[in-house]
């Protein structure tokens, strides 16, 4: 059964370890993440944006898949199925379908305008048991086609938004999404010691996991991050070991054109960067 975030978020916090969010584009990628969470025993957040959503059929196809899976598959760690970077309808069709965690990202309304929507959120998810995600700030990158830069948000913004009563709290501190380019100038530490100071055991939550250096993502940890986002890495990975399956001709022997077969050598490797991360982030043997 799906669960709310909350729980494994306040342990994550409390025992200084993250929880990772690996978000899903299919079949392939929900199996893979399942797998290695519970081979690991590692609570585990499934990401969906909205692109994401309506690629896979919409939010109801994707609640009816993962529930099928954590079934089929005897999944009995902690699973969230958690909508990455809703807008404000997103939220609510997802509520719906059945998922167990929202993100609504108010970061481009003005302050009063996220603050008044992330209000009402805060309310319904409290009546259905779902936890719920709030932004302050951009985070920079490109966000289902919006970019932004590696902004830093205002301690103060964060604690308004964190004592409305959300879950927990996104905040840019000069992460960006997809991959980092060269003349990236890290994490601004400085910015999550000041959000933190204000916001307590508010569960923070970095988004943009791809390529920060590993010791970079144990200081977050270490300054109160218990959720990361993971999503570029694994496609990049599946991308990787699919092109090395076909470069190497093995879609042209036997019946190596199978979609069973072709797909394999992607699904492993999501697996693979899925454990490796889950390492790095504490979360193993804490389901
Ligand atoms: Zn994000």
């Not at 306040?10 to 978000?23: I, L, M």
């Not at 509520?95 to 609504?104: K, P, R, T, Y």
Request: hydrophobic fraction near 40%; aromatic fraction near 6%.
């Amino acid at each position: 059964m799906l669960v709310s975030a909350k729980e494994m978020l306040e342990k994550a916090k409390a025992g200084h370890y993250a929880v990772g969010q690996f978000n899903i584009n299919n079949l392939e990628w929900t199996k893979a993440i399942l797998q290695t969470a519970q081979e690991l025993n590692s609570p585990v957040i499934l990401g969906v944006s909205e692109g994401a959503g309506k690629y896979m059929a919409g939010y109801k196809t994707v609640v009816g898949m993962v529930n099928g899976m954590l079934e089929e598959l005897k999944i009995t760690v902690p699973v969230a199925l958690h909508l990455d970077h809703g807008g404000y309808e997103a939220c609510y069709k997802c509520i719906e379908a059945g998922f167990s965690s929202v993100m609504f990202d108010g970061s481009h309304y003005p302050i009063e305008e996220n603050v008044e929507k992330t209000k009402e959120l805060v309310k319904v998810c409290a009546e259905k048991g779902l936890s719920l995600e709030a932004e302050v700030g951009s985070i920079g990158g490109e966000e289902d086609g919006v970019v932004g830069m590696g902004e830093c948000a205002d301690p103060k913004e964060c604690k308004m938004i964190a004592d409305l009563g959300v879950t927990m709290l996104a905040a840019g501190i000069g992460n960006i999404h997809g991959k980092y380019p060269a003349n990236w100038q890290g994490l601004s530490f400085e910015t999550l010691d000041a959000i933190q100071a204000l916001t307590g055991d508010m569960p923070l939550v970095l988004h943009g996991g791809t390529g920060i250096p590993a010791d970079m993502i144990k200081k977050a940890i270490n300054l109160g991050v218990a959720k990361i986002n993971v999503n570029t890495e694994c496609q990049l990975a599946f991308a990787a070991a699919t092109r090395e399956y076909v470069e190497a001709g093995k879609d042209l022997q036997g019946k190596g054109y199978d979609p069973r077969k072709l797909l394999a050598p992607g699904a492993e490797a999501i697996k693979a960067t899925v454990k490796e991360k889950m390492e790095l982030f504490g979360s193993v043997g804490k389901a």
